[in-house]
């Protein structure tokens, strides 16, 4: 291991932005880019306002929307780190696509809207944080509205996600009396003053907190806010990096995003707090970060991004070593051979042309779909890393097109956002009509959405009786892939293959799974797939 890799590796910090919809997840991205430097603000504050759509918002459909349909992915430098920062959706129907993501990075920040709480989609990701013990960062936003009482707040995440909070910083005030936020740490105070057109940073700084003139300036909130300070001084547990790292404790900020207030904070506990990329498992070994040769996994692929390429980029997270532009890389499921010349960085809304990345790095390489959900590339070596999902859809749909001519199309463009997963594609052994298969009702109207505008097809999607699917395999010491057939001739009219050939078995009701699974008990039913 070199001591340059291993330098690269410490600076760098791979975190997702995770939000309900409309708690300010888009909002502080933005700032965040600003306040690294990576944006300048005037432009893209103003093109936000009159699109309604963030730098981080790629596709025609978000603008429509409203809603960041696709994950997608920035890098900034900000002190001496390399911030790599993973968009993900927020609504709940695209959540598959943030599961996916999340296996991509090393830490989550939380943007929680101070007036709402907790609200459902937080509570869905936060599980899915803590089934892979991902340390969380949370920002509680809109400090400048009416909103809870923080220690309400405080104690509300605390029981809905079960974790404890240990604040950092602690508001004076709110709303129209939101005075700025004391540094628990520091012992001093940084002023709010409303704004968005500020570079931030710029803002008064009291030291003398004892002051008491400050009674009088900040009204109300002031003695409210000494009072809670001293409470928490007593009450609140320690920071403890280790609970943190597993996941059980989470720094809290406080601020308003859209006034770029308390976005410094949170930069600097990103570079701080957050781990740099840590060893990752794979099936034949666990790969560190610092391992000379490189390796990574596909935990993404979009087609279509930028309208005037057309074409489709696989995200990678490169787990270990040093990626260098032109070097020949196998894809571990094909063993085919790779060299990518043209593979691009995400630097905010601009792609570079990159010439080197390391273990944290996301990269995009465009390819003509060489590259599936979950792959892994390495120099040579026969590594496999697992962990990505696939969930069983709970939706589902026929496809037909409107226009027969036009089948071809829609053949290529439902493998292609098939393989991107944004909708699981079956294959019925009997008959010819395809089965979409979604987690939620909006991922059909996305799909519908992009074959008439990418593919140019219209299909036709109509409901299926289908209400359930588990994927279905046979252990070898069961009778392996022998047994596995004979189950398949047997239910022929309700087993489907999805995009990778894995056969499923699709019921109307429950009950009828039950029995098919007392029928055959050497079959096994999942309703998770990871990529293998
Ligand atoms: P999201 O990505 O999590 O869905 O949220 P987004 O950033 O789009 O923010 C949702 C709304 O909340 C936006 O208002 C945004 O301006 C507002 N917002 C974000 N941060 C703050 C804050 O600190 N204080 C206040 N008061 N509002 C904040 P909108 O009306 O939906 O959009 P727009 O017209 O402002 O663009």
Not at 3 to 9: E, G, K, N, S
Not at 46 to 63: F, G, Y
Not at 86 to 102: A, C, I, N, W
Request: negative net charge; charged residues 25%; aromatic residues 8%.
């Amino acid at each position: 291991m070199s001591a340059d890799l291993a330098t690269q590796v410490r600076r760098r910090r791979t975190f997702a932005i995770i939000s309900h919809p409309d708690a300010g997840k888009t909002t502080l991205t933005e700032k965040l880019l600003l306040f690294s430097g990576a944006i300048q603000i005037a432009g893209s504050v103003k093109a936000r306002k009159a699109a309604r759509h963030a730098t981080s918002d790629w596709m025609e459909i978000e603008k429509q929307r409203g809603i960041s349909v696709a994950s997608s992915v920035m890098q900034m430098e900000y002190r001496d780190c390399v911030i790599n920062l993973l968009d993900t959706p927020g609504h709940q129907d695209f959540s598959e696509d943030t599961y996916r993501v999340l296996t991509a990075v090393d830490a989550a920040l939380m943007v929680i809207d101070a007036a709402n709480g907790v609200e459902p989609q937080t509570r869905r990701l936060l599980q899915v944080c803590r089934a892979r013990n991902t340390p969380i960062l949370t920002f509680v936003n809109k400090m400048d509205r009416e909103v809870q009482e923080p220690l309400a707040l405080m104690d509300e995440i605390e029981r809905e996600l079960g974790m404890s909070v240990v604040p950092f910083t602690w508001p004076v005030g709110m709303g129209k009396l939101f005075g700025g936020v004391v540094d628990l740490r520091k012992k001093q105070m940084r002023v709010f003053s409303p704004g968005e057109d500020r570079a931030g940073g710029d803002e008064e700084v009291l030291t003398d907190l004892d002051n008491p003139a400050y009674a009088e300036r900040f009204g109300m909130g002031w003695d409210q806010s000494q009072n809670e300070i001293e409470l928490l001084g007593a009450a609140a547990p320690e920071f403890d990096e280790e609970a943190f790292l597993e996941g059980h404790q989470t720094p809290m900020f406080f601020g308003s995003a859209i006034n770029n207030f308390g976005v410094q904070e949170v930069l600097d506990a990103l570079v701080d707090l957050a781990p740099a990329p840590g060893a990752r498992p794979s099936m034949q070994r666990e790969v560190k970060p610092e391992e000379a040769k490189f390796s990574g996994v596909v935990f993404k692929i979009q087609a279509n991004m930028d309208p005037s390429h057309r074409d489709r980029i696989a995200f990678l997270r490169v787990a270990s070593g040093h990626f260098e532009r032109g070097m020949r890389l196998k894809v571990v499921r094909s063993g085919k051979e790779l060299r990518p010349n043209t593979v691009v960085s995400f630097l905010s809304q601009r792609r570079e042309l990159l010439d080197e990345a390391f273990a944290g790095d996301i990269i995009g390489i465009p390819n003509h779909g060489v590259l599936q959900l979950g792959d892994t590339l390495t120099e040579g070596e026969q590594l496999q890393f697992t962990g990505l999902p696939f969930f069983a859809p709970e939706l589902f749909r026929t496809v037909e097109v409107a226009d027969p001519l036009k089948t071809k199309q829609l053949r290529a463009g439902l493998t292609q956002l098939g393989e991107e997963g944004a909708i699981q594609v079956f294959r019925p052994v009997l008959g010819t009509v395809l089965l979409l298969g979604a987690v939620g009702q909006l991922q059909f109207e996305v799909v519908a959405h992009r074959l008439e505008h990418e593919y140019g097809v219209r299909a036709r999607i109509q409901p299926a009786r289908y209400a359930l699917a588990r994927w279905v395999t046979c252990d070898p010491d069961d009778g392996g892939d022998k047994e596995l057939q004979r189950f398949i001739d047997n239910n022929a009219h309700r087993i489907a293959y999805d995009a990778v050939n894995a056969p499923a078995i699709l019921v109307e009701y429950a009950p009828e799974l039950r029995a098919v699974e007392a029928n055959w008990p050497k079959i096994k039913f999942h309703a998770l797939r990871e990529h293998a």
